[in-house]
Nanobody, 118 residues
């Protein structure tokens, strides 16, 4: 059965760090990555990765790092220097279509809450 299972969300103070994990089962994907949706906003890409490269949203550059363990079929998101505006539900997405196009992501996890607050 095809599943994407996220873990690692939680609450942290501004400036803190969190590491999200997403384990895929059932198949492998060329593109895997992280998206987020804040209350009242549309879901947006945070960082995506393929076997050929990575892409970061401007808001993530310099603070977040995406990585993959192909042997475990898992993608990670290391988030440092977190800000209150990073508060959102973070979703793992996967695709075997064009990995740079967020619209092409057609498999999703259930999401994990990240809250950054003092």
């Amino acid at each position: 059965q095809l599943q994407l299972v996220e873990s690692g969300g939680g609450s942290v103070q501004p400036g803190g760090s969190l590491r999200l994990s997403c384990a895929a089962s059932g198949r492998t994907f060329s593109g895997m990555g992280w998206f987020r949706q804040a209350p009242g906003k549309e879901r947006e890409v945070v960082a995506v990765s393929s076997w050929s490269g990575t892409y970061y949203a401007d808001s993530a550059k310099g603070r977040f790092t995406i990585s993959r363990d192909n042997a475990k079929n898992t993608v990670y998101l290391q988030m440092n220097s977190l800000k209150p505006e990073d508060t959102a539900v973070y979703y793992c997405g996967a695709t075997n279509n064009y990995w740079r196009d967020p619209i092409q992501y057609n498999y999703w996890g259930l999401g994990t809450q990240v809250t950054v607050s003092s």
